[in-house]
Nanobody, 128 residues
């Protein structure tokens, strides 16, 4: 069983930045792809981005491309989501997730059912 522990998030003004951390209780982070999803109030959960286990390739949703960056520190079993130029539309509960498929294409990682483990979710609120 893999546990994902998130930290970060909170309240920020539009145009500001936040960073999430997600620590995975795994032996080797490179055996998992790590994704981020978000769910706004009254909305369906949507894909934000992913970093593959093998190679560390990143994929992003069009809505966050150029503003959000996913990175990882394998030695610390930690994945980061850096969010810049935040907009009120980014307000949501953000969750990290781990997929046991370490290397696939973006269409695979867009689907939340391809992730095996989930973090608890953390609220981000962007005020205008």
């Amino acid at each position: 069983q893999v546990q994902l522990t998130e930290s970060g998030g909170g309240l920020v003004q539009a145009g500001g930045s936040l960073r999430f951390s997600c620590v995975a209780s795994v032996r080797t982070l490179s055996t998992y792809a790590m994704g981020w999803f978000r769910q706004g109030l009254g909305k369906e959960r949507e894909f934000v981005g992913t970093i593959t286990g093998i190679g560390g390739t990143t994929f992003y949703a069009d809505s966050v491309k150029g503003r959000f960056t996913i990175s990882r520190d394998i030695a610390k079993n930690t994945v980061y989501l850096q969010m810049n130029s935040l907009e009120p539309e980014d307000t949501a509960v953000y969750s990290c997730a781990a997929s046991m498929q370490p290397l696939a294409g973006v269409n695979y990682y867009r689907q939340q059912y391809n992730y095996n483990y989930w973090g608890q979710g953390t609220q981000v609120t962007v005020s205008s």
